[in-house]
C-alpha cells in the first residue's frame, strides 16, 4: 500500500513536471520562423496595444534593445538604425537583409505597471543548402533475372548518407534512407518516386536535389556484365578448341613420327 502510494505521488510528480517544462518552452521559445538569409522580416505585435502616456513597448534581441516606442516617439538602437522600417502603424517593425547573425529571440514587451509580452518570435536565418550527389556505390549493382539492388550515396558539403533499394520490375523497397541531420535544421532525405531515385536535401527555406532514373542504375550494369560473360565463354570455347586441335594435329604427327622410324 505505503509503496503504491509513493509511486502514484511520484508518477503525479512526474506528469506536473512534463507539463511545467513543454509549458516553459514554448513560452520562452516563442513562434518560430525561418528566413532566407538576405531577406527582411516584418514582426508583428500580436496584441492591438494603445500606449498611455507613460507606457512605452520595446523590441529586443535577445533581450539587447532594438527600438522604443513611446505614445508619440520612438528611439532606434544605433546598430539597426540602417537596417529598420515601420510600414505599419501598430508597433510591428521591420528588419531589413536579415544575417545568419540575426538568428535570436525577438520579443516587443509592453513595459507599463504590469508589463506584458505583446510578441515573441523565435527566429532562424538560414542560407539556402548546398547542392547534392546522388551516386551509386561502386561494385553495389547486382542484378539476376528477377530482380536488381544497388547502394546508393547522397552526399551534400557536409554530410552524407547511403540507402540501399532492391527491385523487382518497377517496384523498388528501401534499406537504410535515413533522414540525417547536418546543420541543425538542415535534412538529407532519400526516396524513391515514380521510378526515380530522389536525394533531397533541405532546410526551411530552400531545397535542392538530385535524381537517378532506376533503369538506368539497373541495365547500365547488366550490359558489360552480360558482355564479360559472353566474353567468358568465347574465351572458354575458343580456348578449347584450340587445345583440341593441336591434340588432334599432336597425335597425327606422333603417328607420323612413329610410322617414319
Ligand atoms: C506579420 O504579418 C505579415 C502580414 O500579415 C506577414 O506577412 C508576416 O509573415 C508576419 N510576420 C511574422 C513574423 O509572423
Ligand atoms: C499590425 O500590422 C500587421 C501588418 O498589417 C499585421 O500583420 C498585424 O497583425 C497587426 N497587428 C495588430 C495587433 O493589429
Ligand atoms: C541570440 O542568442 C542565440 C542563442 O544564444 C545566438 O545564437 C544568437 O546569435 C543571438 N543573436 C543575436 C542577434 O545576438
Ligand atoms: C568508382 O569508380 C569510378 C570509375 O570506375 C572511379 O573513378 C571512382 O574513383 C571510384 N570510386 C571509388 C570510391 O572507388
Ligand atoms: C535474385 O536476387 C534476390 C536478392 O538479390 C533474391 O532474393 C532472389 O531470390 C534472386 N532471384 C533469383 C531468381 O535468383
Ligand atoms: C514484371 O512485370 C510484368 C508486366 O509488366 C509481369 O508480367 C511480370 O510478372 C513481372 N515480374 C515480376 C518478377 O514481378
Ligand atoms: C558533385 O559531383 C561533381 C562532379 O562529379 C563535383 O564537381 C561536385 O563538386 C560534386 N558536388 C558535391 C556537392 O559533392
Ligand atoms: C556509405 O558508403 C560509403 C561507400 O561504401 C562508405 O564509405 C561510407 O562510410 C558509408 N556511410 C555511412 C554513413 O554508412
Ligand atoms: C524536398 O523537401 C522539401 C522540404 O521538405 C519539400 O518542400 C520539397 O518538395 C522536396 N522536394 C523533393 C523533390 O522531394
Ligand atoms: C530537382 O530540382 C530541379 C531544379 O533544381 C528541378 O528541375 C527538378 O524538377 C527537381 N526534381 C524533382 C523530382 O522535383
Redesign the pocket.
Known amino acids: 500500500m505505503q509503496g503504491n502510494r509513493t509511486e502514484t505521488v511520484m508518477f503525479i510528480f512526474v506528469i506536473l513536471g512534463l507539463l511545467v517544462c513543454t509549458e516553459a518552452q514554448g513560452i520562452s521559445a516563442g513562434t518560430p520562423v525561418f528566413v532566407l538569409k538576405g531577406e527582411d522580416l516584418l514582426l508583428n505585435v500580436t496584441k492591438a496595444v494603445v500606449l498611455e502616456d507613460l507606457d512605452f513597448i520595446s523590441w529586443k534581441c535577445n533581450n539587447s534593445n532594438i527600438v522604443r516606442f513611446t505614445s508619440n516617439d520612438k528611439g532606434v538602437s544605433a546598430n539597426y538604425d540602417e537596417r529598420i522600417e515601420f510600414p505599419v502603424n501598430n508597433y510591428s517593425v521591420k528588419l531589413k537583409n536579415l544575417e545568419e547573425a540575426d538568428s535570436g529571440v525577438y520579443t516587443a514587451v509592453l513595459e507599463r505597471v504590469k508589463p506584458e509580452n505583446v510578441a515573441k518570435y523565435n527566429v532562424k536565418v538560414q542560407d539556402r543548402v548546398s547542392p547534392v550527389n546522388l551516386t551509386v556505390?561502386n561494385n553495389s549493382v547486382s542484378r539476376n533475372s528477377s530482380s536488381c539492388s544497388f547502394t546508393v550515396?547522397c552526399s551534400s558539403q557536409d554530410s552524407?548518407?547511403?540507402s540501399t533499394f532492391t527491385c523487382d520490375n518497377q517496384t523498388c523497397s528501401q534499406e537504410g534512407g535515413e533522414r540525417s541531420e547536418g546543420i541543425p535544421d538542415t535534412f538529407l532525405q532519400v526516396h524513391q518516386l515514380s521510378g526515380s531515385i530522389i536525394c533531397n536535401h533541405s532546410n526551411h527555406v530552400s531545397w535542392t536535389n538530385d535524381t537517378l532514373i532506376i533503369k538506368d542504375v539497373c541495365h547500365q550494369h547488366d550490359d558489360p556484365e552480360g558482355l564479360s560473360v559472353c566474353l567468358v565463354k568465347m574465351c572458354v570455347f575458343s580456348v578449347g578448341l584450340i587445345i583440341m586441335v593441336s591434340a588432334v594435329i599432336t597425335v597425327h604427327l606422333m603417328e607420323k613420327l612413329n610410322k617414319n622410324k
Open positions: 556505390v550515396t552524407h548518407i547511403n
